[in-house]
């Protein structure tokens, strides 16, 4: 599984962006998709996670209400729509492909290191 992350860029605080992550490879599906970021001498933390289809989606505390996923498993392709970004929100953010296992809720938060495939990443950054 090939994964590309991308749509990120510079926007004030308040504002709004949208992240794509687009899948190649045949058994893509087999995978949930997991959103994680880094910021800074920060840990790689969890964001959100669905199916390619953009179903069973967890989302952090810290993106409920605010960032909200769509997936189209035709396309290969899941966004993450982000909205009423805060500076704390600037990190590097990475789409992942990992066990549809994760996505249960009674698992936990899905961890990074549970994650097998990774994208490039694309930055993020929010001015105050």
């Known amino acids: 599984v090939q994964l590309q992350a991308f749509g990120g860029g510079l926007v004030q605080a308040g504002g709004s962006l949208r992240l794509s992550c687009a899948a190649s490879?045949?058994?893509?599906?087999?995978?949930?998709v997991g959103w994680f970021r880094q910021a800074p001498g920060e840990e790689r933390e969890f964001v959100a996670a669905s199916t390619w289809s953009g179903r069973n989606i967890i989302y952090a505390d810290s993106a409920k209400g605010r960032f909200t996923v769509s997936g189209d498993n035709a396309k290969a392709t899941v966004n993450l729509q982000m909205s009423s970004l805060k500076p704390d929100d600037t990190a590097v953010y990475y789409c992942?492909?990992?066990?549809?296992?994760?996505?249960?809720?009674?698992?936990?938060?899905?961890?990074?290191?549970?994650?097998?495939?990774w994208g490039q990443g694309t930055q993020v950054t929010v001015s105050s």
């Open positions: 992942a492909a990992g066990p549809l296992r994760t996505l249960q809720g009674d698992l936990g938060t899905p961890h990074w290191r549970d994650y097998e495939y």
């Open positions: 490879g045949r058994t893509f599906n087999y995978y949930a």
